[in-house]
Nanobody
Framework: QVQLVESGGGLVQPGGSLRLSCGVS????????IGWFRQAPGKEREGVSC????????YYTDSVKGRFTISRDNAKNTVYLQMNTLKPEDTAVYYC??????????????WGQGTQVTVSS
């Protein structure tokens, strides 16, 4: 069984913070890169962040640089996305996804079910 489960979404006011978690099972996390994606109503899915396996190389889309931080805890089979200084335009369903080793490449093998993040006053 291969499974990714996102959690930690919710409703926050602008300027607030959330920490998303992506728990994985059924594969070896230390050999996989984990990416975070988001889909807002009426918009295309976009990549938000990614962290490579073991090496810890990270990537962020320009709109979240300086506000979001991705990290991984292989022992806990979990990847986190710490989101600070949230803006209304961050509102979306957030998904985590996995592919072998590296963030580069367009094909992700496994996807979670998504967690809703709503930023509104």
């Amino acid at each position: 069984q291969v499974q990714l489960v996102e959690s930690g979404g919710g409703l926050v006011q602008p300027g607030g913070s959330l920490r998303l978690s992506c728990g994985v099972s059924g594969f070896t996390l230390d050999y996989y890169a984990i990416g975070w994606f988001r889909q807002a109503p009426g918009k295309e899915r976009e990549g938000v962040s990614c962290i490579s396996s073991s090496f810890g190389t990270t990537y962020y889309t320009d709109s979240v640089k300086g506000r979001f931080t991705i990290s991984r805890d292989n022992a806990k089979n979990t990847v986190y996305l710490q989101m600070n200084t949230l803006k209304p335009e961050d509102t979306a369903v957030y998904y985590c996804a996995a592919r072998p080793n590296y963030c580069s490449g367009v094909s992700y093998n496994y996807w979670g079910q998504g967690t809703q993040v709503t930023v509104s006053s």
